[in-house]
């Protein structure tokens, strides 16, 4: 008897009939040749959640970021006219134009102009090429015909997405479909105290997507999180979510849970009662929000999270005390990624704002380690291909989701070109 | 030669905690390392000095503004971070590492200056 009510077909996931039921392969996630055909199939066409607004609080303010799976690195800055976009080439000789000291790593600041480390061609903001050095020396040379070359970027509530593809022109916001709009008017903007994590994961993008839609696996993997009457309640409840919601290629998963505060005190560990803190965040709300439609859809009492899975590899999830978590997951390799996990707060008034901050990033990161590391187990055991046929249970229905829509992405792709 | 006595880093009603100023870290990366490379008695040790006065250190630095601290203000805020990182090892782990993450690392490459 489930605790939570499930549509009228009995299951979350046969209500999305093209989903299927049967078990599933992972063969997408253990091939590098499947790897390959998702780099232009998905990465080099479909917005990618790159940053923040908070991040070029200024004219000049710019930061780059490397796109490994498109093979490509984007300057992104804050124009005359607004947020640019340009791929991170010189028109010259191809010079990766914004770089520090290594020219793999990201980087950012805030500078009247881009001037190229080889030969000094200078862009303007805007991206068009002002100086050449020695300009007479050159063959015909139409400055106007060099400028940088453009990349499509657009913001949606402070978020910035850049597109690689040259030749579609779906809006972000359409892209975002009916699940971005459900968002629509949460106060992230407010939320400026920042902890940013990063990680090199030694599994599929794919395979961590799967860790953090699903919460099947919170009462065990996590077990000693918790103390332990309170570990043993939880796996005896098991999991389920309030509500899953799918559209089109994006997901999202609503949970119960958090403690804010706990019922029983002896639930938590004793620094958690002191800081009013945990994995949940900060027990007391440090503003009001009414929430928007799409956050808690099943306006349950027990609500405590919100996981959010925009397509491809972007995440946010929305906690009840008032704060939110977004995950990216870069892929470098079949078998490798970039994952970055960043908490934003509401900025601490008090020490003891601060330190209830402190601890829920501390305690998000112990949890993300012991996340990844399984992920790097699955990744090697799964390239074994002693058995190449695995069960979803309903409560996986993000994991049936996500490896369904990169397989009609991959196919679409390629049946049309 | 007779060495002096350090100078005290933090405010004069934590003297007792002088003990385990190396504690006072300002960078997650430190404290973190701190953790990893201290042995689960000399944790226990701090955490057991420090863990009681957690309220009473909040107070303290609460009679200032959270981006105006003095000094030594500072620094036992900074020794109340680390007081949250071994809370880990201590209380959840008995072990300095989350057990099952092997050699996985996680950095942080952004963090509250406050």
């Keep these: 008897m489930p605790h939570f009510a499930k549509p009228a077909e009995g299951s979350w996931t046969e209500h999305h009939p093209e989903l299927g039921t049967a078990p599933v392969s992972y063969e997408d996630s253990i091939s590098p040749e499947y790897f390959e ?31 490994e799976a498109a ?27 914004v770089w520090q000291d290594y020219p793999g790593e990201e980087t950012a600041g805030t500078c009247r102009q881009f001037t190229c480390k080889y030969h000094g061609w200078r862009y303007a903001l805007e991206g068009d090429l002002t100086f050449v050095q020695q300009e007479g020396e050159f063959f015909d040379l ?49 939320m400026t105290q920042i902890y940013k994590y990063r990680a090199e994961v030694g599994s599929n993008w794919k395979l961590f997507i799967d860790a953090f839609t699903e919460f099947y696996h919170a009462p065990v993997l996590h077990a000693r999180q918790a103390v332990s009457e309170e570990s043993a309640k939880l796996q005896g409840y098991g999991y389920e979510a309030l509500a899953y919601e799918l559209d089109g290629p994006h997901g999202m998963v609503s949970s119960w849970g958090g403690m804010s505060p706990p019922k029983d005190l002896n639930m938590v560990k004793p620094i958690e009662r002191v800081l009013h803190s945990g994995l949940f965040g900060p027990w007391e709300a440090p503003i009001d929000i009414e929430l928007p439609p799409g956050v808690n859809p099943a306006r349950a009492k027990q609500w405590g999270t919100d996981s959010f899975l925009f397509f491809p590899n972007f995440m946010i999830l929305i906690w009840k005390p008032n704060w939110y978590l977004t995950y990216h997951y870069w892929p470098t390799a079949y078998n ?24 829920a990033a501390v305690t998000f990161k112990e949890y993300a380690l012991q996340d990844g590391n ?28 996500l490896h369904h829509t990169t397989h009609e992405w991959v196919d679409g ?5 | 030669m007779t060495s002096l006595p350090a100078e005290s880093v933090l405010p004069a009603e934590f003297a007792d905690l002088e ?43 609460d009679r200032y503004d959270l981006h105006e601290l003095p000094d030594d203000a500072t620094h036992l805020l900074w ?33 509250p200056a406050v």
């Design chain 2, 19 to 61: 003990p385990y100023a190396d504690w006072c870290l300002e960078f997650e990366r430190e404290r973190y390392a701190k953790r990893l490379s201290s042995s689960m008695d000399e944790m226990q040790a701090f955490y057991d000095a420090a863990f009681p006065r957690l309220e009473d250190a909040m107070a303290h630095i």
């Design chain 1, 142 to 190: 139409d400055k106007a015909d060099y400028g940088l070359a453009p990349v499509r970027v657009d913001t949606w509530e402070g978020f910035i997405f850049v597109n690689l593809d040259t030749t579609d022109d779906t809006p972000l916001r359409d892209y975002l479909g009916e699940l971005g709009k459900g968002l629509e008017g949460y106060p992230f903007g407010e």
């Design chain 2, 79 to 111: 020794l109340c971070y680390s007081l949250v990182n071994v809370s880990f090892p201590i209380e959840v782990w008995r072990q300095p590492f989350v057990p099952d993450s092997g050699a996985a690392r996680m950095d942080v490459v952004v963090e």
């Design chain 1, 374 to 401: 399984t992920l790097e187990a699955t990744q090697v055991m799964l390239e074994s291909r002693a058995v190449t046929q695995f069960p979803l249970g309903d409560q996986e229905i993000l994991l049936r989701q």
């Design chain 1, 336 to 359: 490798k990624h970039i994952f970055e996990g960043t908490l934003y707060f509401v900025p601490p008034r008090t020490a003891r704002d601060r330190l209830a901050q402190e601890l």
């Design chain 1, 71 to 97: 093979r490509t690195s984007v300057i992104i800055v804050r124009a005359a006219d607004g947020v640019r976009a340009f791929h991170n080439i010189c028109r010259h000789r191809g010079n990766k134009l």
């Design chain 1, 37 to 67: 055909r998702e780099r232009s199939a998905i990465f080099a066409r479909s917005w990618l959640n790159v940053g923040r607004i908070e991040q070029l609080p200024r004219l000049g303010s710019y930061f780059t970021r490397e796109i």
């Design chain 1, 413 to 417: 792709y390629e049946k049309a070109h």
